[in-house]
């Protein structure tokens, strides 16, 4: 890792570190600065500013996340086993990434092109991901059902319901209960 990717991810762990702690409001580009032991100035050599760095926090997250599920779904034969594999990862990692969530609680509202970038990449790479185990599975025969062009409407199918259960589930209600239930229904089935 160079130098200046380094200091970069120093600097996106200091800012992480305290949005989870203060909130995304509250945390100040000196308080990033004085938490990842840099001046303020130098931030501003990497970031134009705090919402550059948010975007760049939840860009991580929202890569760390996919790169989790795939790792997960690759472990599994089935295409039926990956995509059941595929809503419960997404579900908890998810559930784990602190700064998407406070960003989709509304937290963020003031920079709401933020929030549409960062979420317009994480839902192309959900696609994606969806995508593939949708055509592993149509290719060994276990989704006679979707047909060849049906797969990326399928696919972004698949995606809307999971962030409509996300919204609803972890930013509306945040029922850990109820999250688990339905999890348990989505990966295991009745």
């Known amino acids: 890792m160079k130098k200046k990717d380094m200091i970069s991810a120093s600097i996106l762990a200091a800012a992480e570190t305290l949005f989870q702690k ?9 308080d990033i600065a004085q938490e990842a032991g840099k001046a303020k100035s130098s931030l501003y050599y990497y970031f134009k500013d705090k919402e550059a760095v948010l975007e760049a926090v939840a860009t991580a997250q ?9 790792e ?17 990862t997404s579900f908890r990692e998810t559930r784990r990434a602190i700064t998407l969530y406070e960003i989709a609680r509304g937290e963020m509202r003031a920079t709401p092109g933020v929030l549409r970038k960062v979420i317009d990449k994480y839902h192309a790479l959900e696609e994606e991901a969806v995508e593939e185990i949708l055509r592993f599975g149509k290719k060994r025969k276990e989704f006679r059902i979707i047909g060849r062009h049906d797969i990326s409407d399928t696919s972004q199918a698949i995606v809307t319901i999971m962030r409509s259960l996300i919204i609803s589930l972890f930013i509306e209600s945040d029922d850990k209960k109820t999250i688990d239930q339905i999890i348990a229904l989505l990966s295991e089935g009745l």
Not at 22 to 30: C, F, L, N
Not at 62 to 68: K, M, N, S, T
């Open 22 to 30: 203060w909130g995304i409001r509250k945390t100040t580009m000196e």
């Open 62 to 70: 929202a890569e760390r996340i996919i790169r989790i599920v795939r």
């Open 72 to 88: 997960e779904v690759e472990k599994k034969k089935t295409a039926r086993e990956k995509l059941l594999t595929y809503v419960y």
